[in-house]
Each structure stands twice: as structure tokens, then as C-alpha cells.
């Protein structure tokens, strides 16, 4: 099995075309939601973000904080609210996630109002930019603030396209964002993170690489969890562990042969679905 490093690159045109489309729009935004990942709060960040959104004021949301290993993740909470504001959201339970979210940003932005009302003008609704890298969870977060299905969700990368204006409520608008990525992704181990929970389209990945890095990753990090989700405690024969998870979880052809590629689909989406355990794997 091939053990040697992975160059994961994928910036399909949509995604030029969408910083292009917010840089020209970017006069029209008051404020900026960051959508973070919890379970790879660095490598989820889109690296030229800063420069994409000039000095605008910024939220950052980690999504799926319920999946994530909370020792490790807060500590990068930590350092980014030296900078930012952060609000750690589960977006799978009800809770006043979408009303924290919304009174924050009326409070750092009801300056403009004030201003617009000094001046005799009538108030006019917030407008805040949604952005992240694919499958981080904006869509879904949309739809809890907005308290309806108003933009499309999937958990796979690139569901959304084009960006679309949507109105929450009386006062606040949200330009939605397709996912995107920057054209040469340098740090290794940043691209089979944000490949192994799934912001990287499937269909041009080398599951078998990924399902490697996923193993490995859970050995140094995670054993107890690697234990008790695939009975495994040793891994330095990769094809051991393939052929013992596939026997385990059925992945069996005739004359009881594995079906590798059905081991891979299962780890890769055992990680990306929560099953494996709560999780992070940046450090």
C-alpha cells in the first residue's frame, strides 16, 4: 500500500469566480461571518481570508462543535478571541444559537444606524457575508438562523454554487457563499484534514491515502477511540488493518475477499459523520 505523501489540490473555476464576485461586492457588506469547522479549527480557516475581506468587522462560528475533541479545540476558541469574537454553535439541537448570533452582530453594528438616524436617513438592514471552506456547516447555519430551509444542505463538498442574497428578518441580510478553497493547498497535513472531513470533493481523492491518514491520525491522537470503533491497536501493516475492518463491518466479496474500497467509504464516512467519536485533528 502506498504510504508515500498526497498532494490534495482542488479549486474548480466556481470557486475563482467567487472570491472575484465578493471582492465586488464587498462595499455592500457590513460584517462577516468565518465559518470554522470545530474538529480542524486551522485548517477549516481559508488562508487569504484577510485579504479577501479587507478590515471588515468579523464573527468567527464554529460549527459541529458537539463532534469535536473540546480540549484541543477550545484552545485555538482561545487564541482567536484575543482577535475575533467566537461562538461555538452545535447546529443539529435547538437552542438561541441564531439569536446570539444575531444580537452580536446588531450590537457591533448598530453604529450605522445610529449614524443613518444623526443624519436623517431611515435605518437600512444589516448585510453579513457568510464564508468558509466546503462542507463547513453554512449552509445548515443559514437555515437555523433564518428558522427555514432557505438555502440548500448536503454533506459533501460543493453543494452550493453561486452566491445568493437571503433575508433573514427585518433587519438583517446574508450573502451566501459557495465553499472555497485557495489554488495551492502547501501544508500537507492541512489538505488531508480538510480531505479526510470531507471539504474536498470525493470523487478526486485517493481513498486509500485518506483512510491511511484517518487510521494513523486516530492511533496518535484518538487509540482508545480507534480500539473501540475497529478493534484496532496496531497499525503497522495497513493491510492487516483494512482486512480486519472489512471483515468486521461485512465488506466481503465472494470467496470472502475484502472489498477495499468499501473500507475506505466506511472510515471515511465513520469520521466525517460522527460515528467514530468526538474529535479534532489539529493541533
Not at 483512510?211 to 484496532?232: A, C, E, G, H, V
Request: with cysteine; hydrophobic share 35%; proline share 2%.
Amino acid at each position: 500500500m502506498n504510504e508515500n505523501k498526497t498532494n490534495i489540490n482542488w479549486y474548480p473555476g466556481h470557486m475563482a469566480k467567487t472570491k472575484r464576485e465578493i471582492k465586488e461586492k464587498l462595499a455592500l457588506i457590513d460584517i462577516v461571518y468565518e465559518i470554522i469547522d470545530s474538529r480542524m479549527p486551522k485548517s477549516s480557516r481559508i488562508i487569504d481570508l484577510d485579504e479577501l475581506i479587507n478590515d471588515k468587522p468579523r464573527i468567527m462560528i464554529f460549527t459541529k462543535y458537539d463532534l469535536c475533541d473540546k480540549s484541543i479545540t477550545d484552545k485555538y476558541v482561545n487564541e482567536y478571541q484575543k482577535k475575533y469574537i467566537v461562538i461555538k454553535t452545535n447546529l443539529k439541537e435547538n437552542s438561541n444559537i441564531n439569536k446570539l448570533i444575531l444580537d452580536k452582530t446588531e450590537e457591533i453594528l448598530k453604529s450605522i444606524n445610529e449614524k443613518r438616524l444623526e443624519k436623517g436617513l431611515n435605518k437600512r438592514n444589516y448585510r453579513a457575508l457568510v464564508i468558509g471552506v466546503p462542507n463547513v456547516g453554512k449552509s445548515t447555519l443559514i437555515n437555523r438562523l433564518a428558522e427555514r430551509n432557505v438555502a440548500k444542505t448536503g454533506n459533501v463538498a460543493g453543494v452550493t454554487k453561486n452566491l445568493s442574497w437571503i433575508k433573514l428578518n427585518k433587519n438583517i441580510e446574508l450573502l451566501d457563499t459557495p465553499g472555497i478553497l485557495w489554488p495551492k493547498i502547501e501544508d500537507e497535513i492541512v489538505g488531508l484534514n480538510l480531505a479526510s472531513l470531507s471539504s474536498i470533493k470525493e470523487e478526486i481523492l485517493n481513498k486509500e491515502d485518506i483512510s491511511m491518514y484517518i487510521i494513523r491520525t486516530l492511533y496518535n491522537y484518538y487509540p482508545k477511540l480507534l480500539l473501540d470503533k475497529y478493534k484496532i491497536d496496531n497499525i503497522d501493516d495497513f493491510n492487516i488493518v483494512f482486512d480486519s475492518i472489512g471483515k468486521r463491518r461485512g465488506c466481503l466479496e465472494k470467496g470472502g475477499v475484502v472489498n477495499l474500497d468499501k473500507v475506505y467509504t466506511i472510515i471515511i464516512n465513520d469520521l466525517k459523520e460522527g460515528k467514530i467519536g468526538k474529535i479534532t485533528f489539529d493541533r
